[in-house]
């Protein structure tokens, strides 16, 4: 009996030391998958468009006004690069952003109209912020903007009205528009670029071809020895400004600048900083807007199912003032104008020829001249 029990302990013994080890061995496991980190996750995300994040003009105007938002309210925020140009590396990419954890994703440029409006449906309960376009599927037959999704539209057609103006009203007569491709934002910036000049003109009762401009669409958004060639070109030919409108195509006119002693006008943000050949920027509050439709979602009135104009009634396009460096051009007259524009009293001129450049009337005063 002795010899029973004493073995009866054995095993008892064994199957205690057998329960510790296995207890041991999960209390390890939870301390190792305690002290594993997590998968990092981004509430806000922004994916850009063609070119980088810091091409100090559409995509970066952009992620600015995202971090100010993530800064103040510390909310984790990453932006991500497509692979390439297409509908499919676009969505992909918004793809990759959800997984992430985003719960908004703002998408700069008029590229994004169909993956969006795949997107939206896709994931419905993730909100899209759409700059510069509106949702449509891919032959333009269906247009639609969802609950989650506001898209944001700007007035560059302003922006370069502004800009123009106060070129020729500082005095330059020798005007030229360097854009990239020939999108409905280049376009509308150009089409408001030759309004004010002429506006100008036609106010300081300038004689017929006083002001002329050279205005030409490189096909693209990238800086490149040829677009340099030709800002360089108008500049020694008597061109002493250039609204240089296509992303990085506006360092290659910058570049030109600098050899030439000749000034160039920035686009979407203040371009100021880029280069001292520049005296002003037709800007886009591309930041303000991104900022302000973010503070709507979190404040629970996200504008979804909306398209939003940002325009000078609301501030939404300007010229930064405080940093421009305009000869004789001064705060009252910029006040005045753009007074006018909010008032709606700017009469337009006529519509855009079939190439994307503008139509000029009869009576106008500024010559324009399609270089290719």
Known sequence: MRKISIMMISVVLVFFGALNIFAGGNRQQQQQQAAAPQAETFELALITDIGTIDDKSFNQGAWEGLVKYAREKNITHKYYQPAEQSDNAYLATIDLAVRGGAKIIVTPGFLFETPIYVA???????????????????????????????????????????????????????????????????????YGFVQGAEYAAQELRLAAGAVTM???????????????????????????????????VGNSVMAAAEQTGKVVIGVDVDQSGESRTVITSAMKQLNASVYDCITAFYAGRFPGGQTLV??????????????SKFRTFSQSDYTTIFQKLVNGTVPRMETLADDGSPRVVPVTITRVTEVR
């Open 214 to 248: 050279n205005y030409h669409y490189t096909g693209g958004f990238v800086a490149t020895p040829e677009a340099q060639t030709l800002a360089a070109s108008w500049y020694n030919s008597g061109i002493e400004v250039i609204f240089a409108c296509g992303g990085a």
């Open 310 to 323: 940002f325009a000078a009634t609301n501030n939404g396009v300007g010229l930064p003032m405080s940093t």
């Open 120 to 190: 939206q449906d896709r994931y419905p309960n993730v909100h899209f912020i759409l700059l510069d376009g509106v949702p449509h599927n891919p032959d333009y037959s269906t247009f639609k903007t969802a609950n989650n999704t506001v898209g944001v539209l700007y007035a560059e057609d302003q922006a370069g009205f502004l800009a123009g103006y106060a070129a020729v009203k500082d005095g330059y007569r020798g005007l030229g528009f360097v854009g990239g491709m020939a999108v409905p934002a280049v376009v509308r910036f150009g």
